[in-house]
């Protein structure tokens, strides 16, 4: 959690091999991401990535899209057709295979995405503001489905966002990172039960945290001044 420009994308870019870091390395489950300026592509198939567009590919159907990482690893048509199922009943989407992109919502196109980055069975999952372009309704539902997926799936998600609310709703702990250069400031333990509802933002715990945050941003301008 960060404000605009802190680092926040690029960080999670660094993480998901697409920018080599200038400084300091990447480790994810204990194996070095980068060799100098190359990825390595085991770690890589460890991961998935999903990012606030949703980048499907207009000309294919859902089931299409979501079966992609399979077919270019090599995975057998009769395989990738009953793990495309099992994923999109996972994200709810098993009535929209055979539906394009265009015809979906915004938040169920998401959906798709969320389905093809989980489709290797990653153990790291990483999420810039996945659901920034989302009403505030349809974020909130998204925001308990991503819970329960990460809950099913078991997968470590790195979740990017500038909103304190749904970093502390969603997180295990916060990270807080402040710009120029990019430095964490803070990282704050949310010890609140799962699964958590939206009732959770009536809880006095999740206001405390909450307000400390705040207070935390609050600290950079004092900073800036
Ligand atoms: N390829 C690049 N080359 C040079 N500077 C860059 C590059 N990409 C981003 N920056 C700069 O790095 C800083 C951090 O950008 P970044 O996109 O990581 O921020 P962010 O925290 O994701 O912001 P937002 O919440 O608006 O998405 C910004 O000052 C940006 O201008
Ligand atoms: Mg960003």
């Not at 993480?15 to 400084?23: C, D, E, R, S, W």
Request: aromatic share 4%; glycine share 8%.
């Amino acid at each position: 959690m960060g404000r605009s420009g802190c680092g926040k994308t690029t960080l999670l870019r660094i993480m998901a091999g697409l920018v080599p870091p200038t400084a300091g390395h990447v480790e994810i489950g204990g194996r070095a991401l980068w060799h100098q300026e190359t990825v390595d592509s085991s770690v890589i198939r460890r991961l998935g990535v999903v990012f606030q567009d949703s980048n499907l590919f207009p000309w294919y159907n859902i089931e299409d899209n979501i079966a992609l990482p399979l077919r270019l690893r090599g995975v057998k048509k009769k395989e990738r057709r009953d793990r495309v199922r099992e994923l999109a009943e996972l994200v709810g989407l098993e009535n929209f295979l055979p539906n394009y992109p265009r015809e979906l919502s915004g938040g169920m196109r998401q959906r798709v995405a969320i389905a093809r980055a989980l489709s290797d069975n990653p153990e790291l999952l990483l999420m810039d503001e996945p659901f920034g372009a989302l009403d505030a309704l349809t974020r909130e539902k998204m925001n308990m489905e991503i819970q329960r997926i990460a809950l099913a799936t078991r997968a470590t998600v790195v979740f990017v966002t500038h909103d304190i609310d749904e970093a502390v709703a969603l997180g295990d702990r916060v990270v807080h990172l402040t710009p120029r250069p990019g430095r964490i400031k803070d990282v704050v333990d949310v010890p609140l039960a799962r699964p958590r509802g939206l009732e959770i933002k009536k809880d006095a715990a999740f206001h405390g945290l909450v307000g400390n945050l705040h207070t935390s941003l609050n600290e950079e301008d004092d900073h800036e001044s």
